[in-house]
Antibody, heavy 119, light 112 residues
Framework: EVQLVQSGAEMKKAGESLKISCKGF????????IGWVRQMPGKGLECMGI????????IYSPSFQGHVTIAADKSSNTAYLQWSSLRASDSAMYYC????????????WGQGTLLTVSS | QSVLTQPASVSGSPGQSITISCTGS?????????VSWYQQHPGKAPKLLIY???YRPSGVSNRFSGSKSGNTASLTISGLQAEDEADYYC????????????FGGGTRLTVL
């Protein structure tokens, strides 16, 4: 089955580091862009950045540049979203999603990873 | 602040039809036929409903349809059902943005 499976919910403290994951199954992981999407409580969808696992080309939204790191491991078909120092305002649901090209929609979504950061 | 503007909420009774609008600019919605719509039920991941303005992925009910006029795209749901109660987001390709994608702020559909 073609799917993206994300790591489980996390509870962290402000200042801590964290890496969450998104593993692709059932398709050629390196052939599609993976994006990370934030959804704050009761709010809409925000694209944080995207990565092309074949060559790890990464593009960040200016709103998130410098605060998160996006990476991918071709050998394990896994993409990552990483923080070196969490803030309480990072508390949100994070989704990974897959698209073919820049013009294509996000056809496949992970189930989401809920992050709660306490101050 | 979302660049694509959607109404915050819409409502309708079972069996009725509703339309959700998504207004952008000539640099995104109006400039390309790459508008998509997503449905999100509470606590669930978004699901692709419509892509390329009016195409439905396999498995999506034909009660959902999309269209576009100028800088405004629309999602119409006909024969409303209780299970349609959800949040709906539009998205558009936007060549001038670094990620080539914009999202709308979302619309909460209530089935009365």
């Amino acid at each position: 089955e073609v799917q993206l499976v994300q790591s489980g919910a996390e509870m962290k403290k402000a200042g801590e580091s964290l890496k969450i994951s998104c593993k692709g199954f059932g398709y050629s992981f390196t052939m599609y862009w993976i994006g990370w999407v934030r959804q704050m409580p009761g709010k809409g969808l925000e694209c944080m950045g995207i990565i092309y696992p074949r060559d790890s080309q990464t593009i960040y939204s200016p709103s998130f540049q410098g605060h998160v790191t996006i990476a991918a491991d071709k050998s394990s078909n896994t993409a990552y979203l990483q923080w070196s120092s969490l803030r309480a305002s990072d508390s949100a649901m994070y989704y990974c999603a897959r698209r073919d090209t820049a013009m294509d929609p996000w056809r496949l979504w992970g189930q989401g990873t809920l992050l709660t950061v306490s101050s | 602040q979302s660049v694509l503007t959607q109404p915050a909420s819409v409502s309708g009774s079972p069996g009725q039809s509703i339309t959700i609008s998504c207004t952008g600019s000539s640099s995104d919605v109006g400039g390309y036929n790459f508008v998509s719509w997503y449905q999100q039920h509470p606590g669930k991941a978004p699901k692709l409903l419509i892509y390329d303005v009016s195409y439905r992925p396999s498995g999506v009910s034909n009660r959902f349809s999309g269209s576009k006029s100028g800088n405004t795209a629309s999602l119409t749901i006909s024969g409303l059902q209780a299970e349609d109660e959800a949040d709906y987001y539009c998205s558009s390709y936007a060549a001038s943005t670094i990620l080539y994608v914009l999202f709308g702020g979302g619309t909460r559909l209530t089935v009365l």
